[in-house]
């Protein structure tokens, strides 16, 4: 089974950049839906984005759409989220998750069964 290993979060002032990388051990990737979802102190986790296994369609929450991006690198082995534009309210733990059903993104995180340990980051205001 693979297991995603999240790297990259840190603190950040508001407007600036963060990459984060999900690196997948155990198991290829390229067959996985990746996505991100992020929990802030006292609140659900949420979806933020996905890409599929098969065609690389992507799909993003409204609150990060045209600041994000996600990519995934299959000869890496990671899936990518380029985070731009941040602000205060971006402010989680990020976790990476994987679904071997690979061409459906879904936004419920009851629907991947993979899990990353998260990686935080902190927007200052």
């Known amino acids: 089974q693979v297991q995603p290993v999240e790297s990259g979060g840190g603190l950040v002032q508001a407007g600036g950049s963060l990459r984060l990388s999900c690196a997948a051990s155990?198991?290829?990737?390229?067959?996985?839906?990746v996505a991100w979802f992020r929990q802030a102190p006292g609140k659900e986790r949420v979806f933020v984005a996905g890409?599929?296994?098969?065609?690389?369609?992507?799909s993003y929450a409204d609150s990060v759409k045209g600041r994000f991006t996600i990519s995934r690198d299959n000869a890496e082995n990671t899936v990518y989220l380029q985070m731009t534009g941040l602000k205060p309210e971006d402010t989680a733990v990020y976790y990476c998750?994987?679904?071997?059903?690979?061409?459906?993104?879904?936004?419920?995180?009851?629907?991947?069964?993979?899990w990353g340990r998260g990686t935080q980051v902190t927007v200052s205001s």
């Open positions: 890409i599929n296994a098969s065609f690389g369609r992507t």
């Open positions: 998750a994987a679904d071997l059903r690979g061409l459906h993104i879904r936004w419920s995180p009851g629907e991947y069964e993979y």
């Open positions: 155990g198991h290829t990737f390229s067959s996985y839906c």
